[in-house]
């Protein structure tokens, strides 16, 4: 199997030195798809001042075909978490990201929405949205400077382009089984209900 | 859509199978000039669908619906929706935007006005204050009214 | 800060003299700032906040800022030298007492002037206790910038402003029962990676 790979590789490589260009179904598909994500009209911090630098004529985001800003859900591909997650704030994350349809992606952006940043022992502040949601880019900083937010879009790019159409090894979208909705936690009476959605939640654990 | 009108009125008038005939005919003789339209028409038509098509047929071989209550509910920001969409709202509303017409009218004819106010004669002038005091009446005979009483 | 430092001693006696049966206590602050709050109690303090605002020489007409302040329960101990009978004969003896102050709320207001260019004032309204008995009067039909400062202050400290006319959680949502900024507050257990994960396993 990786030897037939490898020869498909070499002849495609050998093709192209004579001006032939070969491509496989999922290759154009992932190509189509990860020039064209379209990230949803959503800030809730310090962090979306950033990403609307980056969608400016300095960064211009637009050169990686994401410029068009979706005001709506129902037409966006991506959500870039950017900024403070807090508690009552969180099942809203939760109902836009549930609304979106397949395939969907998750940008955590800047410490809070990895962590909880420096509020993360705060009462009002959720630590992580990666406990409510399966999240694909974490990008670190307070906030991270639109290079970053670049960076961790092309690493989206990157994971896009690498998915298989078909395979145990497809994405989520693609599995009849996986759910394309996820739990919207409820306003509790001591803080969120549930507190982490067990099925996306997947912290560090001790091995020692 | 002359032709389909025409199709259409064939078939009223003599039923299918001339119609049947009558199509053939067009594509057969040279000199009418129906059938470049209708080749662009399925090809429009085939611009359209097949995509449309494709994607379907995408859906179908890869990608498996996953319809769901909280990712077909209405879109409101993140909110759950209450109650329902089609309520009354109160006619003052368009009385008032009507009202604002008055004014917006008002500035748009008012600021050519002032910038060729200097070398204007004096009929332009009359003519301008008559317009102004239209408008102005109808703003009197709205208040006059109660309109622009909200309760 | 102020064009014009108020003279707190004076304010006291105005108030005193102004509303009949009114205890105001002043509690020193010893910065340089030397803004002394006046403590007032709560039966007279709407009627005693109407005076600050309406006479013509404070004319306090402008409530910049609500703050709740939450003191826990006190345990003093300290070592007192009684006259006891040991063995027969009067001998001095230290003996240690325990005495517990209980905690209360605060609810803390800064009055200034537009009309006079002075100010501030500090106020300090105290609940009974930390429990039940956590209510003051609330000062929002005085001075109606109070309101949602007020809300605040019930919504995180639970104060309860007795009169406020529209008394709900401002940040927090409605049905939690926590005051989260109280002293005593743990927030909920979570499920926090444990401290110092130093390894990690499958990932995602």
């Known amino acids: ?208 | 859509m002359f032709l389909l009108q025409n199709l259409a009125v064939t078939d009223a008038r003599f039923g299918i199978d001339f119609l049947m005939i009558s199509a053939v005919n067009l594509f057969i003789t040279g000199t009418n000039p129906w059938p470049p339209i209708v080749a662009l028409l399925v090809g429009a038509l085939a611009f359209g669908l097949a995509p449309l098509a494709l994607a379907w047929l995408w859906a179908v071989k890869y990608s498996p619906a996953k319809p769901g209550k909280e990712k077909n509910s209405i879109y409101e920001c993140g909110l759950e929706s209450p109650g329902d969409a089609w309520i009354q709202f109160k006619a003052s509303y368009y009385l008032y935007a009507i009202i604002f017409l008055i004014f917006d009218v008002e500035a748009v004819f008012l600021l050519p006005f002032a910038v060729a106010y200097a070398g204007l004669p004096a009929g332009a002038c009359v003519a301008m204050l008559v317009f102004l005091l239209l408008l102005v009446e109808g703003l009197m005979w709205a208040c006059q009214k109660g309109v622009l009483q909200w309760s | ?204």
């Open chain 3, 1 to 204: 800060m102020s064009a014009e430092t108020i003279n707190t001693e004076k304010v006291k006696a105005a108030i005193e003299a102004a509303v009949r049966g009114c205890r105001v206590e002043i509690l020193p602050n010893g910065s340089p700032s030397g803004q002394h709050s006046l403590i007032l109690d709560n039966e007279h303090a709407v009627e005693a906040a109407l005076f600050l605002r309406d006479n013509p020489e404070l004319r306090l007409d402008y409530c910049s800022d609500v703050a709740g302040v939450d003191w826990l329960d006190k345990e003093v101990t300290e070592k007192v030298k009684v006259w006891k009978l040991v063995d027969g004969a009067e001998k001095e003896v230290e003996e240690t007492r325990k005495s517990v102050t209980p905690g209360y709320l605060e609810a803390v207001y800064h009055l200034f002037s537009m009309e006079k260019k002075h100010g501030p004032v500090v106020l300090r309204l105290r609940t009974q206790d930390r429990g039940e008995g956590a209510r003051v009067p609330s000062l929002t039909p005085v001075w109606r910038s109070a309101e949602f400062q007020e809300r605040e202050a019930f919504d995180l400290y639970g104060i309860v402003f007795e009169g406020h006319p529209d008394l709900r959680r401002i940040l927090m949502w409605d049905e939690l029962k926590d005051h989260p900024m109280r002293k005593d507050y743990v927030a909920p257990p979570d499920e926090d990676e444990p401290a110092g994960a130093v390894a990690q396993e499958g990932g995602r």
């Open chain 1, 1 to 208: 199997m990786e030897q037939s790979e490898k020869s498909v590789q070499e002849l495609k490589a050998e093709l192209s030195k004579h001006g032939v260009f070969t491509t496989t179904f999922e290759e154009i598909y992932n190509w189509g798809r990860k020039n064209s994500v379209w990230p949803l009209t959503f800030g809730l911090a310090c962090c979306a001042i950033e990403m609307i630098a980056t969608t400016m004529a300095r960064y211009d985001l637009a050169r990686f075909g994401a410029e068009v800003f979706r005001a709506s859900p129902r037409q966006a591909d991506l959500i870039i978490v950017s900024g403070t997650v807090t508690k009552k704030m969180a099942p809203m994350v939760v109902r836009l990201y549930n609304q979106m349809p397949e395939p969907k992606y998750v940008i955590s952006m800047g410490a809070c929405a990895i962590s909880g940043g420096p509020f993360r022992d705060g009462y009002n502040v959720l630590k992580g949205i990666d406990r409510y949601i399966p999240v694909d880019v974490h990008i670190p900083g307070c906030p991270p400077r639109p290079e970053a937010l670049l960076d961790a879009f092309m690493t989206l790019q990157k994971k896009i382009s690498e998915q298989q159409l078909t395979g145990e090894a497809r994405p989520r979208h693609l599995k009849e089984d996986l759910p394309s909705e996820f739990t919207v936690p409820k306003y509790g009476e001591h803080g969120l209900e549930p507190p982490v959605n067990e099925e996306v939640w997947n912290p560090l654990k001790v091995l020692q």
